[in-house]
């Protein structure tokens, strides 16, 4: 759905909610306790060279407390700052299909049985812990609650995603984003841009394969380099180059006014727990990326979706 956001220029998730609600809508992290077929060896060991200690979903709640103490702890925090709103429970650490279907249903109906404001749901997990069984239990869900699917792509450069440890191809991507949207289930995917040796043309590409595919969101990231990291080795032996803000923020720009104005943006960069960040560090400021992007937008006088077809 095209509903520009004509201070921000792009689609924003937030103008988005608000239309959809009519009111704030929190996103409630929560932590299930998963791990990933990409490090426990089912596809391969180690997990994507990027992946902190602690894997996928830093801010994601604490796994040893119950999902009920994880939503209310973030419930008050969001309440902190707002005083009412809707929520979306988000399962975001690590892969959130990879379990048997008996328990992914139960923990999926304990979190939409928090509080009676949640409107949705979103899942973070991989195209390749997907399969008939959980595509079915997902269907289940979907006709529940806004149910929203939200893969890593992270490159389309197969050299690359070989080099980041992804242990996928595109085929699997793309078959898996089919599936959903045979379902009528929204899939929002994840990229990463600055990964190792990508150039500018591959993070455009990135974005043009995504517009062939029926997704409805998008997250782009910042590459972070953290500490106890396979990325972080890698960085310390070649010394690979880092995007500087300039180049990120002219990078993304030139990915909004390529992407689909239909597609929802989730997110424009990223962050990276300060004790474990080694480069780059102006990803410390979010919000001052973020001005960045709004106002080169603005001085191209560029929306989302004006150059489609370059």
């Not at 102006?282 to 077809?309: C, T």
Request: with cysteine; aromatic share 10%; hydrophobic share 35%.
């Amino acid at each position: 759905m095209n509903l520009m956001d004509k201070e921000k220029r792009y689609n924003t998730l937030n103008r988005f909610l608000r239309y959809k609600y009519g009111t704030k809508v929190f996103k409630i992290p929560l932590n299930g306790g998963f791990t990933c077929p990409n490090k426990d060896g089912t596809k391969r060991t180690g997990g994507c060279i990027y992946c902190s200690p602690s894997g996928s979903g830093d801010f994601a709640g604490d796994k040893t407390l119950p999902l009920s103490s994880q939503f209310q702890i973030v419930k008050k925090r969001m309440h902190d700052k707002w005083s009412r709103g809707y929520y979306i429970v988000y399962f975001q650490a690590n892969t959130n299909t990879y379990d048997r279907v008996g328990r992914l249903k139960k923990l999926y109906e304990e979190a939409l049985s928090l509080d009676q404001k949640i409107v949705g749901m979103n899942i973070a997990t991989r195209c390749d812990a997907l399969n008939d069984e959980i595509y079915d239990l997902l269907d289940y869900f979907n006709d529940k609650t806004d149910l929203t699917i939200e893969l890593g792509l992270q490159t389309i450069n197969a050299k690359t995603s070989k080099l980041i440890n992804r242990g996928h191809d595109l085929a699997c991507f793309d078959q898996a984003v089919n599936e959903l949207n045979k379902r009528n289930i929204d899939c929002v995917v994840h990229i990463i841009n600055g990964l190792p040796y990508e150039t500018k043309t591959d993070m455009i590409n990135t974005v043009k394969h995504i517009n062939s595919l029926p997704v409805s969101g998008i997250k782009i990231h910042l590459l972070h380099i953290m500490k106890k990291t396979a990325l972080y080795d890698l960085y310390k032996k070649t010394n690979f180059h880092v995007l500087t803000l300039d180049e990120y923020v002219d990078i993304v720009c030139d990915q909004l006014e390529r992407l689909n104005p239909n597609i929802i943006i989730h997110r424009l960069t990223g962050d990276a727990p300060k004790k474990l960040l080694v480069a780059p560090m102006y990803s410390l400021k979010k919000f001052v990326v973020m001005n960045e992007i709004d106002k080169e937008m603005r001085r191209r006088d560029a929306y989302q979706g004006d150059n489609l077809n370059q």
